[in-house]
């Protein structure tokens, strides 16, 4: 089974809390990369195993994580360097 498959039928607010997109504009993405795959099935090569909707889901996943994770990083270097916590640096003054 396909992770789309389970993931479509999601409520719409579960699944803008997995991909960060509402279903509406999934499916207007999936649509203009169905048209750029057509475009490489054009130059040949070796077909793809993961649907297009799978490949999607992979990569909002994966920026929805990495956004995620670097955000709260960012939080943390700002908050520990406001503390003076990190090796060689001194808090900084509030003005």
């Known amino acids: 089974m396909q992770k789309f498959e389970v993931v479509s039928k999601l409520s719409p607010i579960e699944f803008k809390r997995l ?12 649509s203009i990369v169905q048209e750029a795959e057509m475009g490489k099935k054009s130059r040949g090569g070796k ?3 993961l649907a297009v909707e799978d490949k999607l889901l992979m990569c ?5 994580e990495y956004t995620e994770k670097s955000s709260r990083i960012e939080k943390y270097f700002f908050t520990t360097r406001e503390q003076g916590s990190l090796e060689g640096t001194e808090p900084t003054e509030k003005h």
């Open 19 to 30: 991909t960060g997109v509402r279903k509406d504009a999934f499916a207007k993405m999936i």
């Open 47 to 49: 077909p793809s195993q």
């Open 60 to 64: 909002l996943e994966y920026l929805r």
